[in-house]
């Protein structure tokens, strides 16, 4: 019975991810077109999206090669995967948590930028080429970001294990409003809107030169490129389930089966609150010129070594 409990947890969380992560980018789109006065998608416009690349002819320039083809495949069998080990819906341990801590999963995360560095490499195309050189600059202290995040969080909770730190806080209330959390949830907070494409860039000339993560994409199309609109929707939605349950609302999960399937609405519940927060920030902010970039990220990484410094005094 425990074991079939764990299947059906393990099932729902895989499922969640996969079929949810569309709807979250389609409401914040339409959310924020509404704030700009505009009509706006519908909530369910990436699923049409994804559908209609689906059915489109993949076009491969001859100047690709097989990495080319390969690594959308595989980038999103990642974002799978990561899905399997980390408390993204449910905050109890599914079939395969016992293999990756918090530092593998962010590793697969790196490994998953670095396939598509490679395949935007092997496109032969001079722009995807310049825009992994312009990723690269910022990656390096995104990465070093969340690394530096996870190893804080294992220093004060004694494990890197993100079940035990979800729990840690829900049974330590008291821990929530420390200094060295709050630095970690302001650093992580930054993090994912950087991840997620959040920041609003200003861009002289052609809009193509203010892309950043779409940039390497630029050379896709039909359902190679589906498949890697889906692994971008499927990381936003695994990164901000990570700072919602683990950092700012870790409380309120089910942790067993059917339980399991109320945590559907309740993890909707949570993200409807930072689409909210999100919007506010994207819609007063001015924008940033493209070089900015690297000034913001190494803002959350001064407040991820912070909390890193902090993590050692508590201890």
């Known amino acids: 019975m425990y074991w079939m409990g764990l299947v059906e947890n393990t099932i729902i969380q895989l499922l969640g991810v996969i079929l949810l992560s569309p709807l979250i980018v389609g409401i914040y789109a339409s959310l924020k077109s509404k704030i700009e006065l505009k009509k706006g998608p519908s909530f369910f416009q990436p699923y049409y999206d994804v559908i209609k690349l689906l059915k489109k002819e993949t076009v491969v320039s001859k100047n690709s090669g097989f990495v080319f083809v390969i690594v959308p495949y595989v980038?999103?069998?990642?974002?799978?995967?990561i899905a399997l080990v980390i408390p993204v819906i449910i905050s109890a341990p599914i079939y395969f948590t016992a293999t990756v801590d918090f530092l593998g999963g962010a590793l697969l995360f790196a490994l998953a930028a670095f396939l598509k560095y490679l395949a935007a490499m092997d496109s032969g195309s001079n722009f995807t080429t310049m825009?992994?050189?312009?990723?690269?600059?910022?990656?390096y202290l995104s990465e070093a970001t969340l690394i530096t995040v996870f190893f804080s969080v294992a220093l004060i909770t004694g494990t890197n294990n993100p079940y035990v730190i979800n729990n840690f806080i829900i049974t330590h209330p008291s821990s929530y409003l420390d200094l060295d959390h709050v630095f970690a949830i302001v650093a992580f907070f930054m993090l994912f809107i950087f991840e997620s494409g959040r920041i609003p860039v200003e861009s002289s000339g052609l809009m193509e030169l203010g892309m950043i993560d779409d940039g390497l994409n630029y050379e896709y199309s039909g359902k190679l490129l589906a498949i890697l609109k889906w692994g971008s929707y499927m990381k936003q939605f695994l990164l901000g389930s990570v700072f919602l349950n683990v950092f700012l609302i870790p409380w309120g999960l089910f942790t067993s089966f059917p339980g399991s399937i109320i945590d559907?609405?309740?993890m909707f519940g949570k993200w409807l609150i930072l689409i909210l927060v999100l919007l506010v920030i994207e819609t007063s902010l001015a924008k940033l010129r493209l070089f900015k970039v690297q000034d913001y990220l190494a803002v959350a990484f001064t407040f991820s070594l912070l909390f890193l410094i902090f993590s050692v005094m508590m201890k």
């Not at 980038?75 to 995967?81: A, P, T």
């Open 75 to 81: 980038v999103f069998g990642i974002y799978c995967l």
């Open 131 to 139: 825009s992994v050189a312009r990723s690269v600059s910022f990656n």
């Open 264 to 266: 559907l609405g309740i």
